[in-house]
């Protein structure tokens, strides 16, 4: 069974996303290129990912993919977004839109996943679904040295110690790399 994994990037503060839904603060943090070697190998691993509805318009309206469908970052991978709303697909990128439930998208991901993980991109609700489901196995959250007065949580959910444990923890550049696992509530 594959793993589940929420990997981002937060800010010290909490946020995965500014009040407008920017990353552009984490795009200025010295030694981020370390950073993205690491997420590299990490993506390598992963079989199918899944997203919500404002990430993936992120994703889309900030590498013009559109207009420039060759750009999907993930080619090669299932992609899913879920999402209540109508999006534009990327074309030639395998991206599958559902709605509903977490639950009701969990055979298809897992299936399309096969032998190896399943990313959670973002955003955090989508990922606190995952976790009241019982499906989230792992966070992996670099925290960079920047604060926010407000924006997108990293995890808009509770979960206490006894179902988090600390794993590693690492330094990128300027970024500390925490990895959780995640027990079932």
Known sequence: MPRVIF????????????T????SW??????????ENDFGRFLE????????STTYEWIVEHEKLLDHPEKWPYAGKASFVLSSR?????????VRFRSGDVRGVWDELRDAAGNQDIWLVGGGDLVGQFADAGLLDEIRVSV???TLEAGRPLLPRRLESDRLRLEKVTQAGQFAE????????
């Open 86 to 94: 109508s999006l534009p697909a990327v074309a030639g990128a395998d």
């Open 144 to 146: 960079a040295p920047v």
């Open 45 to 52: 691993g992963v079989g199918a990912l899944i997203m919500g």
């Open 26 to 35: 984490l795009f200025v943090v010295p030694g981020a290129e370390g950073a």
């Open 20 to 23: 407008e839904d920017s990353l």
């Open 178 to 185: 925490l990895v959780y696992s995640v027990r079932p509530a």
């Open 7 to 18: 990997n981002t990037a937060t800010t010290l503060n909490g946020f995965l996303a500014d």
